[in-house]
Each structure stands twice: as structure tokens, then as C-alpha cells.
């Protein structure tokens, strides 16, 4: 095992400290792949694909409206580019996390709220290790606080578009408004920017 450098150099001791909490993402990953496999029903996740979907959708549109107004992102931000973070929360882990809770979601009420309350722990219990270590940063408002209530929200969205899709995106775009109109982000930057765009033929 090697350990940090320990030479009087800021950059040196702040590329450890990157390369300490990108091991952490990566591992993360890693764990959340394992888990899936390894997971009784992950043959299944084929009927559920289209909320894996609904999930990864959901978060770019989220990475898109805040593009330059962050309430919360992954750290570090050192060699690799963030993005990169983001991208593999948002297409590997999130998405196995969601099948995993579609595929064992059981029957009766107290299974049922065992389940529920299992997940929004395991997200949040985790969301919060990870804001203690330095390695999820909050901005413009947000807090663990709006993540925890916003799981709360999000598992019941999941289910309902397992089973009734188009209602739970008829759901979703209020939600998305009120989240916008409350946390003060600023959409006209990103309006401009889409209708700025214009194809040009060549000259």
C-alpha cells in the first residue's frame, strides 16, 4: 500500500486528497455492480429498464439546469474532469440501484414500508457519510435535509412509473417547476442557450 507524500506542497497534499475521494467513487461503482449481480432477481431488470431510463434522464436534466448553478455535486475535482464523477453516478449507479429496488420490491404493507424505508436510509445514510468526508458539496440553498425529503419523493416516483409511466411524468413536471421556482435557478442562461443554437449551412 502507498501512502500520500508527505512533502510541505499544497498541490501535492490537494492531488492526495483528489485521488482519496475519486478512489471513493470508484469504489462505489464498483460496489453497486457487485450488488446488482449478485442480487436474486437481477434477471428481471429487463421490464424495468425504462425507469432505469426515467432515472438517468432525470438526473441530466437536473446536471442541465444547473450547469452554472450547482445545489449539489461529487468531489474532487482534480485530473479527471468531474463530469466524469457525475456521469457514472448517473448511467451505472443509480440506474442498478433503481432495478434493485424494482426487483425486490415485495407485497403487504409492512414488507412494503420496510422497503421503502430501507432505501431512502441506505441513499441518505450514504449521501450523508459522503457530505461528512468532504465528498458531496451542497450550494445556492440545497442541504442533506432537501436530499433526504427529496428520497422520500423520488422511490414512490420510481414505482409509479413502473406501472403507470405517463403519469408519473405528468407528475414530475411540477415537481420539477416547484424545485426550479423554489431553489431561485436560473433557467433564462440555459433558454438563450438552446434558442441561440441555430444550424448554419456551409458557405
Known sequence: MHSCPSYNSSSLIQKCDGKRRA?????????????F?????????GRYHTTALYMIVGNLLYLLLTAGFVLWRFSPEFELLPIVFELSYTFI??????????????QGRVHIAKH??????LYSGFELVLAWNGRMLYGNGWNWYYSTAF????????????????IAYAVSVPIIILLVWYFKVPIEPIARAILETRWSPAN
Open 151 to 166: 428520497d422520500v419523493l423520488m422511490f414512490p416516483m420510481l414505482l409509479l412509473h413502473s406501472r403507470k409511466p405517463l
Open 37 to 45: 449481480f449478485r442480487s436474486k432477481n437481477w434477471r428481471q431488470s
Open 23 to 35: 478512489v471513493i467513487h470508484l469504489l462505489v461503482t464498483a460496489i453497486t455492480i457487485a450488488c
Open 116 to 121: 421503502y424505508a430501507k432505501w431512502i436510509l
Open 93 to 106: 449507479v443509480f440506474p442498478l440501484t433503481v432495478l434493485m429496488f424494482l426487483n425486490s420490491y415485495p
